[in-house]
């Protein structure tokens, strides 16, 4: 099982790249690809992992797995940045590897994040996401990639339904949560974090009854939104993601919860200024250029 962060952009990478040393005996279940690529380690620095047949199904035949980027200060900006994420968590480091397609670097314009405890990061995305909007927006695609992390550690999400909307929703939360936080991204000023999330947000999608559904843009503004805000808070995983259901039922049953968080009766009256704010994000009628504008 695995999560991606910009499923829409990136479908049906499948290939086969045999390499000499490797076992052709690979199966095709893309769980089984994970567990039998768990146990291979890069050796010196800049290496190329190993990989048996793929680096898995939802990359190109062509792509390979690395420890760096295209120079030192980028890899030493994602590397620290995975640090801190996790330490936010209370955790330690995911492994964190970047996917390189050398005869065709837009195929690795994708960032996933596997049950197995791995996150690959494509180049494509890492360059286009700094060009356009610089390191923050990395750092909050990670984020959110790590927010999947937690999900398969701790659980999470609470909250089902028959689409991925819960789980990528949440992800969205946790991002926007680890940019607020002053153990985190420590960005206080939410227009930063919201010019960086109108990158990102571009895959939202309005394919409600599909199973990969990612949820509105919207919605995933919202969602952004209310793990800011939350922001405020010191929390754990598991607290975040009561708090942020208790609150965002509304995006997923169509009616904001009012009743009062007896659970968490601080946040519930800081919150309970933003409710109404958080509904019009989420419907829309605060659009993408209002939404850059919250404070």
């Known amino acids: 099982m695995k999560k991606n962060f910009l499923i829409p952009i990136l479908l049906g990478a499948t290939a086969a790249l045999s390499l000499s040393a490797c076992n052709d005996d690979i199966s095709e279940n893309p769980l089984q690809q994970e567990q039998q690529t768990d146990n291979l380690k890069i050796d010196q620095p800049n290496a190329l992992e190993k990989v048996c047949y793929y680096v898995d ?4 035949s062509n792509s390979v797995l690395t420890t760096s980027l ?4 980028d890899t030493s900006f994602m590397n620290s940045q995975m640090t801190k994420i996790a330490s936010l968590w209370g955790r330690s480091n995911p492994t964190l590897r970047f996917v390189n397609d050398p ?3 837009n195929s690795t314009y994708n960032a996933i994040s596997y049950s197995t405890g791995k996150i690959y990061y494509g180049y494509a995305i890492y360059y286009d996401a700094k060009n356009k909007g610089g390191d923050i927006v990395n750092a909050m695609i990670l984020a959110h990639e790590y927010g999947h992390q937690l999900q398969y550690i701790f659980g999470l ?4 339904e028959s689409t991925a909307r819960p789980n990528e929703l949440e992800a969205d939360g946790f991002a926007g949560y680890y940019l607020r936080r002053p153990n ?4 206080t000023s939410f227009a930063q974090i919201a010019a ?3 990158f990102a947000q571009s895959i939202g999608d309005y394919q409600t009854t599909s199973s990969g559904h990612h949820g509105t843009p919207p919605q995933r503004r919202s969602a952004v939104r209310l793990g800011f805000l939350l922001g405020q808070y010191d929390l754990t995983a598991s607290a975040f993601d009561y708090n942020f259901f208790y609150y965002y039922q509304g995006v997923l049953n169509g009616a904001y919860k009012m009743g009062k968080n007896t659970q968490y009766p601080e946040i519930d009256a800081y919150m309970s200024q933003y409710m109404d704010e958080l509904r019009k994000i989420q419907s829309g009628e605060i659009s993408g250029e209002e939404f850059k504008e919250l404070k």
């Not at 999400?157 to 089902?160: G, M």
């Open 184 to 187: 985190g991204y420590n960005q």
């Open 70 to 73: 295209q120079n030192s200060a």
């Open 103 to 105: 005869s065709n670097f």
């Open 196 to 198: 960086a999330y109108e």
């Open 57 to 60: 199904q939802y990359w190109s």
């Open 157 to 160: 999400p609470s909250v089902s």
